[in-house]
Nanobody
């Protein structure tokens, strides 16, 4: 059974930093697309960043570009999201997700979002105060 567990969320002041982690277990596929999403109360879920594990190709939403960094540690089966210069509008529940079949343009390119990820974590809350 595939499980994704996020950690690292918390409360910080604007301008601060956090690093989210997502540990994946029970996943036997060799290829995958991994991503971070967020959802604030009353808003739609937003794709924040994604990474194609074979190529290290990445995608960032315009709202986080230059501030957030997605990375992976295959040896630890862990996905990270480094978040710097945090803003109050970054406040949301953050979720990680993994899919064994999304790749290329469907992972980090123009077709991302066409298909939903297969596996999701439960989320970790990030709160940024002004």
């Amino acid at each position: 059974q595939v499980q994704l567990v996020e950690s690292g969320g918390g409360s910080v002041q604007a301008g601060g930093s956090l690093r989210l982690s997502c540990t994946v277990s029970g996943y036997t596929y060799s290829k995958n697309c991994m991503g971070w999403f967020r959802q604030a109360p009353g808003k739609e879920r937003e794709g924040v960043a994604a990474i194609q594990t074979e190529t290290d190709s990445t995608y960032y939403a315009d709202s986080v570009k230059g501030r957030f960094t997605i990375s992976q540690d295959n040896a630890k089966n862990t996905l990270y999201l480094g978040m710097n210069s945090l803003k109050p509008e970054d406040t949301a529940m953050y979720y990680c997700a993994v899919d064994p079949f999304l790749s290329g343009l469907f992972c980090t390119g123009v077709y991302r979002g066409t298909y939903d990820y297969k596996y999701w974590g439960q989320g970790t809350q990030v709160t940024v105060s002004s």
